[in-house]
């Protein structure tokens, strides 16, 4: 891979994000992440994955000269439409995928963020949609994400401020899920990504696709799906396994069945 790099450590993959100088989100960037998922996706030892940016920056956004060389309306609406697929992709994804954000995530990066299930943030790293600072607006779901994850009041403010906020704003927020100093955000990811692996990966798939119910406003169905995967991962080996391990009191030994 040109742009990333794939590297593994016990059950948690990393997919670090290396085109410098700001891990700008070129077609063959998100193409090169969509290869990664294959890869991680047909690994049954990876159990959660990582998201993180090499150098100064997580991302800070699509680029904007390979934007120069679209040629019409069409193009720029393919273009957007594979980010789209991509980080819906992630989001559907059936391992739990966090973003390690520091430096700076802006548009495009942002969007890939919020593509994440989990976003960790450094202190002082820069959240922001800017793009209506150039006469455009998101083009990778940014505007669905954005509000539903801090509503629709403050999506509105910082899409038409185009200011970034802060990593410790963005927990107040509900942007993150936790702040802490740059130089811990690494060991934090890693520690939560290590504490994820340890559960089934079977609970863990049926748990995210039913949080994609939830995400979307659809209760009656998010419900009705969990009674048939409830029944299921009580069925499960590892459901079993739990349950005989928790009667004996220790720890269970999953198989991912």
Request: glycine letters at 10%; proline letters at 4%.
């Amino acid at each position: 891979m040109n742009y990333l790099q794939v590297e593994k450590q016990g059950k948690v993959a990393a997919i670090k994000l290396n085109r410098a100088p700001a891990n700008a989100l070129s077609t063959g960037v998100i193409e090169e992440i969509d290869g990664a998922l294959d890869q991680i996706e047909h690994d049954n030892s990876i159990k959660t994955v990582v998201i993180l940016g090499e150098g100064r920056f997580f991302s800070a956004g699509a680029d904007i000269k390979e934007f120069m060389e679209v040629p019409d309306e069409k193009g720029f609406a393919l273009l957007g439409k594979k980010g789209q697929d991509v980080f819906n992709r992630i989001e559907q994804f059936s391992k739990p995928v966090i973003a390690a954000i520091h430096g700076a995530a802006l548009g495009g990066g942002l969007e890939l963020a919020m593509s994440c299930h989990i976003r960790l943030v450094a202190e002082d790293a820069k959240l922001g949609l800017p793009e209506l600072t150039l006469g455009l607006i998101p083009g990778f779901a940014g505007t669905q994400r954005l509000p539903q994850l801090v509503g629709v009041p403050k999506a509105c403010e910082m899409l038409l401020s185009s200011q970034p906020i802060s990593g410790k704003e963005a927990v107040s927020f509900g942007l993150a899920n936790d702040s802490c100093p740059a130089e811990e955000l690494y060991e934090k990811a890693y520690k939560m990504a290590e504490s994820f692996s340890e559960k089934s990966a079977v609970s863990i798939k049926y748990t995210l696709e039913l949080l994609n119910y939830a995400k979307h406003g659809l209760y009656e169905k998010g419900a009705e799906k969990e009674q048939e995967l409830f029944g299921k991962a009580f069925k499960s080996h590892d459901g079993q396994e739990g349950i005989q391990a928790f009667i004996e009191k220790r720890k269970p030994v999953f198989q991912d069945r």
